[in-house]
């Protein structure tokens, strides 16, 4: 069974930067390098809401207007690891992040597997 851990959360102040990083495991030889993966956040009662995607040969990338030239998501199929560097953290930005994986090139609005999810938290 394929398993998410996040893990790089934490309670920032505006402006900081976090790198979140997620861990696949459950997968068999190389198939990491060919799943899409994502970033999804659900912010304090709100929806969980879409981030950030990568599909499975790293050459597509795709993110939601409110974080465009602020966070980048990245992989190393190496490492069967997933990655969002997140700069110029603003208070808005608050929720739990969770990575997804789905078992295809790209990314569907509604992954396969989850991880647990992490949180991060942006100061005034």
């Known amino acids: 069974q394929v398993q998410l851990v996040e893990s790089g959360g934490g309670l920032v102040q505006t402006g900081d930067s976090l790198r979140l990083s997620c861990v696949a495991s459950g997968l068999t030889g190389r198939t990491f390098s060919l799943y899409a993966m994502g970033w999804f956040r659900q912010p304090p009662g709100q929806e969980r809401e879409f981030v950030a995607a990568?599909?499975?040969?790293?050459?597509?990338?795709n993110s939601v207007d409110s974080v465009q030239g602020r966070f980048t998501i990245s992989r190393d199929n190496a490492k069967n690891t997933l990655y969002l560097q997140m700069n110029s953290l603003k208070p808005e930005d608050t929720a739990v992040y969770y990575c997804?994986?789905?078992?295809?090139?790209?990314?569907?609005?509604?992954?396969?597997?989850w991880g647990q999810g992490t949180q991060v938290t942006v100061s005034s």
């Open positions: 990568i599909n499975s040969s790293r050459r597509s990338t």
């Open positions: 997804a994986l789905d078992r295809s090139p790209g990314l569907s609005g509604r992954p396969e597997f």
